[in-house]
């Protein structure tokens, strides 16, 4: 299993346990999450790569394979994540160039083979 899918595996249970003693939180940040992602002037792609690129700059690996994910299924193409993660570089400097390759591979493992750049390379 790769880094993105075992991030995700390890925190499931530790969400479901803390949801079941604070269900009105999650219920808000649920709210707050549908709301977020609602489709509006920025399609759900283009608000799943900004958050992918938010969690590069945090540092968060949660929010890197949750986010990597839902861009991967929004249908954000591997050049479209490493061009979003690219900024990172820009406005984070050195910081993002560690997190930014594992968002990339994180990506990679969600999204289907776009025939672009391979992350192994």
């Known amino acids: 299993m790769s880094h ?9 249970p530790l969400h479901r346990a803390l949801r079941r003693a604070v269900p009105d939180i999650y219920a808000g940040f649920g709210e707050l999450h549908r709301a977020a ?3 509006g002037a920025l399609d759900v792609r283009t608000k799943e790569l900004i958050a992918l690129a938010i969690g590069v700059v945090e540092g968060c690996d949660g929010c890197i394979a949750s986010h990597a994910q839902a ?22 400097g050195g910081p993002a160039t560690i997190h930014g390759p594992r968002a990339y591979a994180a990506f990679c493992e969600f999204a289907p083979d776009d025939a672009s750049t391979d992350p192994a390379v």
């Open 71 to 92: 861009a991967a299924r929004a249908g954000a193409t591997r050049q479209q994540a490493a061009e979003a993660i690219g900024v990172t570089f820009l406005m984070h």
């Open 37 to 39: 992602f609602t489709e």
């Open 4 to 12: 993105g899918k075992t991030v995700l595996d390890e925190l499931s």
